[in-house]
């Protein structure tokens, strides 16, 4: 879904699971990935991006853009308390 490089603390807050299990899943697929910079991850080609997103219904695709919207929305604020 996110075009550019986050942080597996990012990706894990927005799904609502462990940081653990997304840094596994980056270990085991690291061919699939790129590190622009230290702690930050993008899949390694756009295609594999579109291919992925081709497997989720429309439903999936709707909950996991409410999900970063409402994951961004609450980073914003903690930064501007």
Not at 40 to 61: A, P
Request: no cysteine; aromatic share 8%; proline share 1%.
């Amino acid at each position: 879904m996110l075009k550019d490089a986050v942080s597996a603390s990012f990706v894990a807050d927005v799904l609502n699971i462990n940081k653990q299990s997304i840094d596994e899943l980056i270990q085991n697929h690291s061919n699939w990935f790129n590190s622009p910079k230290s702690g930050v991850y993008m899949l390694y080609h756009d295609r594999l991006r579109i291919y992925l997103l081709q497997k989720l219904t429309s439903e999936e695709i709707k909950f996991l853009n409410d999900k970063i919207i409402t994951a961004v929305k609450k980073a914003l604020e903690r930064e501007t308390l």
